[in-house]
C-alpha cells in the first residue's frame, strides 16, 4: 500500500495553459495518507522530489495549496517556501495561495 505520492511537471505561463517556464517546476501534488500524517513520510517524500528536480536542472520551484489549509501552508514555510501570493484564483471552490522556492544552494 502506498503511504503517499508526489509529482511535478514544468511550471507554465498563462496559468499553465503557456509555454514552459525554463528552470521553474511546478510541485502538483504531495499527498500522505491522513492516517499516516506527523511521521516524516511528507518531509521525505517532498525532499527527493526537490533532489529529483535539481538533477533535471531546475533552479526554482512553484506550488499552489489552499489558502484555508493551515497545515499545509505551515509545512511549506518550515521547509523554506516563500508565499508569493494570497487569493490568486480558485480551484474546486477553494482560494489558492501560490509558494515558491528556490533550488540551488
Known amino acids: 500500500m502506498a503511504l503517499g505520492t508526489v509529482h511535478f511537471t514544468d511550471a507554465r505561463a498563462e496559468g499553465g495553459k503557456g509555454k514552459a517556464i525554463a528552470g521553474r517546476a511546478h510541485l502538483s ?3 500522505v495518507l ?3 500524517w506527523g ?3 511528507g518531509s521525505v517524500l517532498l525532499e527527493k522530489a526537490m533532489a529529483e ?3 533535471r536542472g531546475y533552479r526554482k520551484v512553484q506550488l499552489f495549496t489552499a489558502l484555508a489549509n493551515q497545515r499545509s501552508r505551515i509545512f511549506y514555510k518550515r521547509r523554506g ?3 508569493t501570493a494570497a487569493n490568486t484564483h480558485k ?12 533550488l540551488v544552494g
Not at 91 to 102: F, N, P, Q, V
Open 81 to 83: 517556501w516563500r508565499a
Open 91 to 102: 480551484h474546486d471552490g477553494l482560494w489558492l495561495a501560490s509558494y515558491e522556492r528556490s
Open 39 to 41: 511521521e516524516g513520510i
Open 34 to 36: 491522513p492516517a499516516r
Open 53 to 55: 528536480m535539481r538533477s
Open 29 to 31: 501534488g504531495l499527498f
